[in-house]
């Protein structure tokens, strides 16, 4: 009955490929995120969608492209991986946005070293 | 520029200690106030948060919190620590309007000795 879960859990790859890591909840909420986790544990969002619509949109490099085929997920596709990609990648969900008061509960996190 | 400040990268406290994480917010008014943690290998759990009225928030394993509107504080208070309580702790603030965006502090490390 895992509330938010991602896969997979670690992730290797060389520079230059492509790859994704996918997210899922169970808890009925409209809105999720990704975060990225870097080495000094620094958490910074990158993206949120609500109902499978783009709301946020940090400065982040378009090798990354989220993709929600609906509500329940939350995929973060990265094309031509870069050393400075290696990090932990949260995802996240809450009720709704611009309800401020939600809570975010977060995934278990997604561990991706690039070599 | 919003920011959210954790001054302290690594606490050591025996258990059975008390405890206390500082957290430091600039923000243009008052944002609601969160504090997560990290154990290791783990995503992140709510502790507690503030929205509004009573100053002094209650949480889950035995946290609790105070906001201090005059110190644009909210400090993470545990009365005696257990061994378990070792892992990363993060500070959250969000606007109190606009975009519901999290900005998250750097951290602290808690680590409890025997």
């Known amino acids: 009955d895992t509330a938010v879960s991602q896969t997979p859990k670690y992730l290797v790859t060389q520079m230059g490929n492509d790859k994704s890591i996918k997210c899922e909840q169970n808890?009925?909420?409209?809105?999720m995120y990704w975060y990225k986790q870097d080495s000094k544990k620094f958490l910074k969002i990158m993206f949120s969608?609500?109902?499978?619509?783009?709301?946020i949109n940090e400065t982040v490099p378009n090798r990354f492209s989220p993709k929600s085929p609906d509500k329940a997920h939350l995929n973060l596709h990265i094309n031509s991986l870069e050393l400075g990609d290696s990090a932990v990648y949260f995802c996240a969900s809450s009720i709704r946005t611009g309800g401020s008061t939600d809570t975010q509960y977060f995934g278990p996190g997604t561990r991706l070293t690039v070599l | 520029a919003q920011s959210v400040t954790q001054p302290d990268i690594h606490i050591t406290v025996s258990e059975g200690a008390s405890l206390e994480l500082r957290c430091n917010y600039s923000?243009?008014?008052?944002?609601?106030l969160f504090w997560y943690v990290q154990s290791p290998g783990q995503g992140l759990q709510l502790l507690l948060k503030?929205?509004?009225?009573?100053?002094l928030v209650q949480g889950i394993k035995g946290f609790e919190a105070e906001f201090k509107r005059s110190q644009s504080s909210f400090n993470l208070r545990k009365p005696s620590v257990h061994w378990s309580d070792a892992a990363e702790y993060f500070c959250a603030v969000v606007r109190r309007t606009g975009t519901y965006k999290y900005i998250f502090g750097t951290g602290t490390r808690l680590k409890v000795l025997a």
């Open positions: 503030y929205f509004s009225g009573d100053t």
């Open positions: 923000y243009g008014a008052t944002p609601y």
């Open positions: 808890l009925g909420h409209d809105t």
């Open positions: 969608y609500n109902n499978k619509e783009l709301i």
